[in-house]
């Protein structure tokens, strides 16, 4: 089974498209937990066919939600990304084949433009050039749950590049690979709300940060966890 795990604040409009995605797949041994944040806004109501459990940030939530999963693999999702159809039985395939037991998937944005489609080409190339010396995955990432439980979960005291920092404890474990087939559908709202130098601006800062091995722990550091409004940041 694969035990799909969301981490949500305030979702009512993203999370629908996410959970009818899931419905639509050909593959069915899954289960899907939601770990709220304490949303305001009828998230929990949209989830009530999930199992739903308290969250927190992204890295507290993904590990709450993992506590209760069922699976023996977690499979680690925003809650604004989109599965195309076929998607979870191509990436067990995958990952199957690999033998791998920590996995990575190329993005699509889910907007149309020339920026756009460059920042796909880039993000992807530099993940699957660095996969086999310096592992990222983020929006979308799959783990042998028996990896999760070796790496002791998600570091929930780093602020943004959480999942960096997990994926590459968890290849120092297992097998990491970062797919470029299947690819999941990403929203890019981020950059459209905050702007594309900045939201670029920001990602430079924290990979330079974890390269030199600094975890971003200040509650300080500009970013906000899937919402954007003072109100809903969480640290």
């Given at each position: 089974m694969?035990?799909?795990?969301?981490?949500t604040l305030n979702e009512a409009q993203y999370l629908p498209r996410l959970l009818s995605s899931i419905r639509?797949?050909?593959?069915?041994?899954?289960?899907?937990?939601v770990a709220d944040a304490?949303?305001?806004?009828?998230?929990?109501?949209?989830?009530?066919?999930c199992t739903v459990v308290q969250g927190g940030n992204p890295a507290r939530g993904r590990n709450e939600g993992a506590c209760v999963a069922k699976g023996d693999y977690l499979l680690f999702l925003d809650a604004d990304v989109v599965l195309?159809?076929?998607?979870?039985?191509?990436?067990?395939?995958?990952?199957?084949?690999?033998?791998?037991?920590v996995a990575g998937c190329a993005l699509v944005l889910d907007e149309q433009g020339v920026f756009f489609r460059l920042g796909e080409k880039l993000w992807n190339g530099y993940f699957w050039l660095t996969q086999h010396f310096y592992?990222?995955?983020?929006?979308?990432?799959?783990?042998a749950k028996e990896v999760h439980e070796r790496i002791q979960g998600f570091n929930e005291r780093i602020h943004l590049g959480e999942e960096f920092d997990y994926?590459?404890?968890?290849?120092?474990?297992?097998?990491?690979a970062f797919l470029m087939n299947p690819a999941f559908i990403a929203s890019a709202r981020r950059v459209k709300k905050e702007g594309l130098l900045r939201t670029f601006f920001l990602y430079i800062v924290a990979e330079v940060a974890m390269t030199l091995g600094i975890?971003?722990?200040?509650?300080?550091?500009p970013y906000h966890f899937h919402t954007y409004e003072k109100k809903?940041?969480?640290?």
């Open positions: 694969v035990s799909i795990i969301i981490p639509d797949q050909d593959y069915k041994d899954y289960e899907v937990i304490g949303s305001t806004d009828g998230t929990r109501e949209i989830a009530r066919s195309p159809k076929g998607f979870l039985s191509s990436l067990m395939q995958e990952v199957r084949d690999k033998n791998i037991g592992p990222h995955a983020t929006n979308c990432f799959l783990v994926v590459r404890r968890g290849a120092s474990v297992s097998a990491f975890k971003i722990t200040s509650p300080k550091f809903d940041h969480l640290s």
